[in-house]
């Protein structure tokens, strides 16, 4: 058990993810300037208007964008271990929590799964024009790395984050990668017809 800071935030952050923060409030510039002054981390987690979740993501200060003179900050922040809120604690400005480190529980990851994922990522990214460094598939943490790349709703990666299998987390990611991919020919297609509706609107009758 160890006690941290917390930052409620209206994001999601996963392992490996690396996410820009901008810091106003003082009492979040006070905790991020202590972990910078510690090499410390703190801990990410999700909150909306159902409350703040019990698992989140330690967070370490990983780039120092620009500090301005009234004290605010831009950071880049990079997800590391889960963990979950056992005990909210008091004394600081900031919320704080003794919290326990979360493992997967052990399990196989079926390399027909494995595959699966990695080529609906590369399928999203060859769509989307997007250049992209090709999945690692042998990383332990090749579904956090899938998701850390595409734009996901919030629910959805806290799914991720909650999951203790890696096996369950690269199903779901191919899913996800495969409704966004569909997603993504449904918006063009309807562009494409509203070009061509448009000329037809637009075109003098013969």
Known sequence: MEEIGLFPLGIVLLP???????????????????????????????ADEDGV??????????????????????????????????????????????????????????EETTAKAAGAFRALAALAGAETDPPDESSPWLSYELAAQVELAPDAKQDLLESRSEQERLELVAELLDLARQAVIATR??????????????????
């Open 16 to 46: 490996t993810e690396r996410v820009p923060l901008h810091i106003f409030e003082p009492r979040y510039r006070e905790l991020i300037e202590e972990c910078l002054e510690e090499d410390g981390e703190f801990g990410l987690i999700y």
């Open 53 to 110: 979740r019990e698992i989140g993501t330690l967070a370490r200060v990983s780039d120092v964008l620009e500090r301005f003179d009234d004290g605010r900050l831009n950071i880049v922040v990079e997800g590391g271990a889960r963990f979950r809120v056992e005990r909210l604690t008091r004394g600081r400005s900031f919320m704080t929590a003794e919290v326990e480190r979360i493992e997967d529980e052990p399990s196989d990851v079926e």
């Open 189 to 206: 297609e309807l562009g494409e017809r509203a070009k061509r509706n448009g000329s037809r609107l637009g075109s003098d009758p013969a």
